[in-house]
């Protein structure tokens, strides 16, 4: 069963950190380009961050630029975003998301969802 698991998420104060990790099962996530995504309540899935299988080569957001890193390790299936300089305009369920494309921040290209985790930053 193909399965993509999110973690780390929780309640942050503005200007702190979080580790995500995101831990696929059922297949190999070397072969994947991974995007990490977010959705605030009434807006639209945004793209945060991607890293591609080949080279590891990332790319961010806007919003994410400067202050979130996206890494990847294949021999232990998993990939994680270090968010830094956390503010409240961050706060939304953070999901990770693999796809064959190359467009690795469009939602719509996604091949695989994890469930999301609930990222709150608030004093």
């Known amino acids: 069963q193909v399965r993509l698991v999110e973690s780390g998420g929780g309640l942050v104060q503005p200007g702190g950190s979080l580790r995500l990790s995101c831990a696929a099962s059922?297949?190999?996530?070397?072969?994947?380009?991974i995007g990490w995504f977010r959705q605030a309540p009434g807006k639209e899935r945004e793209g945060v961050s991607c890293?591609?299988?080949?080279?590891?080569?990332?790319y961010y957001g806007d919003s994410a630029r400067g202050r979130f890193t996206i890494s990847r390790d294949n021999a232990k299936n998993t990939t994680s975003l270090q968010m830094n300089s956390l503010e409240p305009d961050d706060t939304a369920v953070y999901y990770c998301?693999?796809?064959?494309?190359?467009?690795?921040?469009?939602?719509?290209?996604?091949?695989?969802w994890g469930q999301g985790t609930q990222v709150t930053v608030s004093s």
């Open positions: 059922g297949f190999g996530l070397e072969h994947y380009d």
């Open positions: 998301a693999a796809t064959l494309s190359l467009h690795c921040l469009n939602a719509g290209y996604m091949d695989f």
């Open positions: 890293i591609s299988r080949n080279d590891g080569r990332t």
